[in-house]
């Protein structure tokens, strides 16, 4: 009855030493897209060096403030199409300041800080965007417009 037993697990994936695929998915092949919240003489801005994504696929969000007030970023439908892994922020060494996991819909920077945000687009999106929601911002050019595939 034992072998049964453990062979049904084996077959069913549950066994501690069988997996689904070949690693981690959301750490493997991962994207950098740069993400610039700032302004000029055109008004705010956000630009991103990418607006089309993957599902599937992994991303670092590559988020930094150029301004010396600060600014968000928030996904909408991109980040409720998402699985966040992290958000990192580092200091200027590349030391680690903090890790925040969960559930994030919105990530506000600070003057001239970065944050990295780790995702991986679960379902599709065919007319999104990102955008900051402080107030006025949205308004004065703070939006791009983004698709997941």
């Known amino acids: 009855m034992k072998k049964i037993a453990m062979t049904t697990l084996a077959v069913l994936g549950l066994s501690s030493g069988l997996a689904f695929a070949e690693g981690d998915l959301s750490r493997a092949n991962v994207i950098t897209v740069d993400v610039e919240l700032g ?12 607006t089309e994504f993957v599902t599937g696929q992994a991303y670092k969000l590559h988020i930094f403030n150029t301004d010396e007030f600060k600014h968000e970023l928030a996904l909408n439908a991109l980040g409720e199409a998402s699985f966040t892994r992290k958000i990192e922020i580092l200091d200027e060494n590349g030391g680690l300041i903090s890790e925040i996991k969960g559930a994030i819909r919105e990530v ?21 965007e990102m955008s900051c929601e402080l107030p006025g911002h949205r308004e004065a050019g703070m939006h791009v417009p983004i698709t997941v595939k």
């Open 39 to 50: 302004q000029n003489d055109d008004g705010m801005y956000i630009k991103p060096s990418m």
């Open 108 to 128: 506000e920077v600070g003057p001239g800080a970065a944050a990295d945000w780790y995702l991986v687009p679960v379902q599709t999106v065919d007319e999104g």
